[in-house]
Nanobody, 130 residues
């Protein structure tokens, strides 16, 4: 069964840090771009950040730039999201997602925001208290 499983969510005070993980299983995802999105109840998915298949290109939403860092360990089939200086407005369910095409050529990081992303995890809840 091909799946993505997020972990690492929880409750943290404003200014704190969390690291989310997204473990892939069922096949290798080392050749796919991976993204992190978040969703607040009643709102649409919001792009957070993404990384191309090799790890050489990343892109961040303006709201998290300078605070969040995406990385990947292809040997472990895992993508990470390090979140620092968390704010109450970062509270959301965080999802990881995999691109639909392997080895997608990425010349501009901004294109990572559009994916498309075809496989999604179940999400992990992050709550930032003020």
């Amino acid at each position: 069964q091909v799946q993505l499983v997020e972990s690492g969510g929880g409750l943290v005070q404003a200014g704190g840090s969390l690291e989310l993980s997204c473990a892939a299983s069922g096949r290798t995802f080392s050749t796919y771009a991976m993204g992190w999105f978040r969703q607040v109840p009643g709102k649409e998915h919001e792009f957070v950040t993404a990384i191309n298949w090799s790890g050489g290109v990343t892109w961040y939403a303006d709201s998290v730039k300078g605070r969040f860092t995406i990385s990947r360990d292809n040997a472990k089939n895992t993508v990470y999201l390090q979140m620092n200086s968390l704010k109450p407005e970062d509270t959301a369910v965080y999802y990881c997602a995999a691109d639909t095409v392997p080895f997608r050529r990425t010349t501009q990081g901004q294109s990572l925001a559009g994916g498309p992303y075809g496989l999604w995890g179940q999400g992990t809840l992050v709550i930032v208290s003020s």
